[in-house]
């Protein structure tokens, strides 16, 4: 069975610092890795998809990269602001063609 | 921007009672997923359509839910006799078929109160 985990589960920074978000996965057999951005009460919002070939994916300040081999993942975000505040889940798709997410990393940017 | 659309947002209802909600997806994307989530947790996967067949079923989604897409378009989940413990967003997603390589887009969501 799949399992996905998320450290740290929270994280406090103060404003313009870079940060990493870890994802671990116990099942290297993934056709992709994607990483969702959540605000309070609301829904997902894809933030990257890193396809099982790929090592990493680069979205403005975010990157992403993907170790398969070793079941890890890690969301780069560069010069932290306010308005990245959220919940942070990544997810793995594996057979059956369902996601299994991590618990997430709740993460405050403090001006 | 037609992204996944999900009614009602919000749903409060008493023990027993019955509720549906429905998930419209992206109008191209053929597979559907539903999807609960509890305060503080990852979303869990429920169950999965493509098309109008339902394909996964989560040994989470007991006897008194059921899940539909008649015409493979849009879903319903229906809730029998509601519980405490079902309290949770539901979420809705879709995506276009392929070899897995198609990113989930997910709706708002349905946040269920069971009192």
């Known amino acids: 069975k799949q399992e996905v985990t998320q450290i740290p589960a929270a994280l406090s920074v103060p404003e313009g610092e870079n940060l990493v978000l870890n994802c671990s996965f116990t099942?290297?057999?993934?056709?992709?890795l994607q990483w969702f951005r959540q605000d309070p009460g609301k829904g997902l919002t894809s933030l990257l998809l890193i396809q099982s070939s790929q090592r990493e994916q680069t979205s403005g300040r975010l990157n992403a990269s993907l170790d398969k081999s070793s079941g890890r993942s890690t969301l780069y975000i560069a010069a932290s602001q306010p308005g990245d505040s959220a919940t942070y889940l990544c997810?793995?798709?594996?057979?059956?063609?369902?996601?299994?997410f991590g618990g997430g990393t709740r993460l405050m940017v403090k001006p | 921007d037609t992204g996944v659309s999900q009614d009602p947002r919000h749903k409060i209802t008493k023990r027993g009672q019955n509720v549906t909600f429905r998930c419209d997806p992206i109008?191209?994307?053929?597979?559907l997923y539903w999807y609960r989530q509890t305060l503080g947790q990852g979303p869990e996967f429920l169950t999965y359509?493509?098309?109008?067949?339902?394909?996964?079923k989560s040994r989470l989604l007991s006897d008194r839910f059921s899940a539909e897409r008649p015409k493979g378009s849009f879903s319903t989940l229906e809730i029998q006799r509601t519980e405490q413990g079902d309290s949770a967003m539901y979420l809705c997603a879709s995506s276009s078929v392929g070899t897995g390589l198609s990113p989930l887009h997910f709706g708002n969501g349905t946040r269920l109160t069971v009192t």
């Open positions: 109008s191209e994307h053929n597979r």
């Open positions: 359509f493509q098309n109008e067949a339902q394909l996964e």
């Open positions: 099942d290297s057999a993934i056709y992709n």
């Open positions: 997810a793995v798709r594996h057979a059956g063609n369902m996601l299994t």
